[in-house]
């Protein structure tokens, strides 16, 4: 059988499409281990909650391997509301659940709406039962090997969870156990995220190196505004104030100081390009507290407030901590005491920023 060693499938997954070109891109050679590695083709549950479907349609965008492929060669998708077609009932996917207990992979996409026993998120009726998506949930999670919370709504409530919410929307990992939820956050998430946090949950049969977030490592550590391409707009106080300005997106509400994901370099729609250098400000999607506290949007990011501790130079390895912790960039913290952020330099003219 071909497998990869994990230091192997980090080493590939780490590597974006920017950096390898586009022939080179990484899951080529990581589903063909997948597909060699997951013999007997493991049965996944896919479930929708509080969701857009957006995750499903990121996932639709898939390069290597491709939707088809996946569902054809690698894995057994015995329910998805959207992608499979199915007349399967609550009872029977209750039963598929009960046969391959402790081996199948759930995942869900959307948050859990909990307020009144779950009946904001009724997902099955009829004459003799309802069934709320928290019940259901909350049943399959049990006998899950593992759940991969796909996206930032699934994973910590997200859009479904922002304020009012009336529905006491949460993320998977207010409900179940943290050791078996491998969270896939973004509003989308990239496709590789989700295959990649998938093969490698299927691959070695255990959990990847977590963030405190639940996040796997090789797709969330780096810091957007440590990677950023106009870092150095940023480095000369060089701001756009209005869209399809050269300069650092901050004053037109980039949050990439808060974001960890390699965007970057892996880059969106087959390693087409990404928000940045497409012009648009990073909205930190994937941040557990997007989007209540990464909004308002297109708007100037507040002065850093970390958990009200006072950004003075005394302080700064305090905050930094602090900061790092919470997602939040150490180079902003300097740069905040720096003060750099806050001079408001329009740049001029149209050199490329990309
Ligand atoms: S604030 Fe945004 S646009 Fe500016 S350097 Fe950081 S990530 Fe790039
Ligand atoms: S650049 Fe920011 S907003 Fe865009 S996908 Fe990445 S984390 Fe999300």
């Given at each position: 059988?071909?497998?990869?060693?994990?230091?192997?499938?980090?080493?590939?997954?780490?590597?974006?499409?920017?950096?390898l070109?586009?022939?080179q891109?990484?899951?080529?050679s990581?589903?063909?281990?997948?597909?060699?590695a997951?013999r007997?083709?493991?049965?996944?549950?896919w479930?929708?909650?509080?969701?857009?479907?957006?995750?499903?349609?990121?996932?639709m965008?898939?390069?290597?391997?491709?939707?088809?492929?996946?569902?054809?060669?690698?894995?057994?998708?015995?329910?998805?509301?959207?992608?499979?077609?199915?007349?399967?009932?609550?009872?029977?996917?209750?039963?598929?659940?009960?046969?391959?207990?402790g081996?199948?992979?759930?995942?869900?996409?959307?948050?859990?709406?909990t307020?009144?026993?779950?009946?904001?998120?009724?997902?099955h009726?009829?004459?003799?039962?309802?069934?709320?998506?928290l019940?259901?949930v909350?049943?399959?999670g049990?006998?899950?090997?593992?759940?991969?919370?796909a996206?930032?709504?699934?994973?910590?409530?997200?859009?479904?969870?922002?304020?009012?919410?009336?529905g006491?929307?949460v993320?998977?990992?207010n409900?179940?156990?943290?050791?078996?939820?491998?969270?896939?956050?973004?509003c989308?998430?990239?496709?590789?995220?989700?295959?990649?946090?998938?093969?490698?949950?299927?691959?070695?049969?255990?959990?990847?190196?977590?963030?405190?977030?639940?996040?796997?490592?090789?797709?969330?550590?780096?810091?957007?505004?440590?990677?950023?391409?106009?870092?150095?707009?940023?480095?000369?106080?060089?701001?756009?104030?209005?869209?399809?300005?050269?300069?650092c997106l901050?004053?037109?509400?980039?949050?990439?100081?808060?974001a960890?994901?390699d965007?970057?370099?892996?880059?969106?729609?087959?390693?087409?390009?990404?928000?940045?250098?497409?012009?648009?400000?990073c909205?930190?999607?994937?941040?557990?507290?997007?989007?209540?506290?990464?909004?308002?949007?297109?708007?100037?990011?507040p002065?850093v407030?970390?958990?009200?501790?006072?950004?003075?130079?005394?302080?700064?390895?305090?905050?930094a901590?602090?900061?790092?912790a919470l997602?939040?960039?150490?180079?902003?913290?300097?740069?905040?005491?720096?003060?750099r952020?806050?001079?408001?330099?329009?740049?001029?003219?149209g050199?490329n920023?990309?």
């Open positions: 059988m071909r497998y990869l060693s994990r230091r192997k499938f980090i080493k590939l997954c780490s590597a974006g499409a920017a950096g070109g586009l022939a891109t990484p899951l080529p990581v589903a063909a281990a997948f597909t060699a997951s007997g083709k493991p049965v996944v549950l479930l929708q909650g509080a969701a857009c479907s957006g995750c499903t349609s990121s996932l965008n898939s390069t290597y391997p491709q939707l088809k492929q996946l569902l054809q060669d690698i894995v057994e998708m015995r329910f998805h509301p959207q992608l499979v077609s199915t007349q399967l009932t609550l009872e029977a996917l209750l039963q598929v659940a009960q046969e391959h207990r081996r199948y992979i759930l995942v869900l996409e959307g948050a859990i709406p307020a009144k026993g779950g009946v904001y998120g009724l997902i009726r009829t004459e003799q039962r309802t069934s709320s998506f019940d259901v909350q049943t399959l049990q006998g899950a090997k593992f759940i991969l919370a996206g930032t709504c699934a994973a910590y409530g997200g859009i479904a969870a922002a304020q009012p919410n009336p006491d929307c993320g998977a990992n409900l179940l156990p943290a050791d078996k939820v491998l969270n896939v956050p973004g989308p998430p990239h496709p590789d995220w989700l295959i990649g946090s998938l093969a490698h949950v299927l691959m070695y049969g255990e959990m990847p190196e977590r963030d405190d977030f639940g996040r796997a490592r090789v797709f969330y550590e780096g810091v957007v505004h440590d990677n950023c391409p106009r870092r150095q707009y940023f480095d000369n106080s060089n701001f756009a104030l209005v869209f399809g300005e050269p300069g901050l004053e037109v509400g980039c949050r990439g100081p808060m960890f994901a965007c970057y370099n892996r880059q969106w729609n087959g390693g087409q390009n990404w928000c940045i250098r497409s012009g648009g400000p909205l930190t999607c994937t941040h557990p507290n997007f989007p209540d506290g990464t909004t308002p949007v297109f708007k100037r990011m002065n407030s970390v958990l009200g501790i006072t950004t003075t130079a005394d302080t700064i390895g305090k905050v901590a602090a900061a790092t997602g939040v960039g150490i180079h902003l913290v300097g740069s905040y005491l720096a003060g952020i806050g001079t408001k330099v329009p740049v001029k003219g050199e920023h990309g």
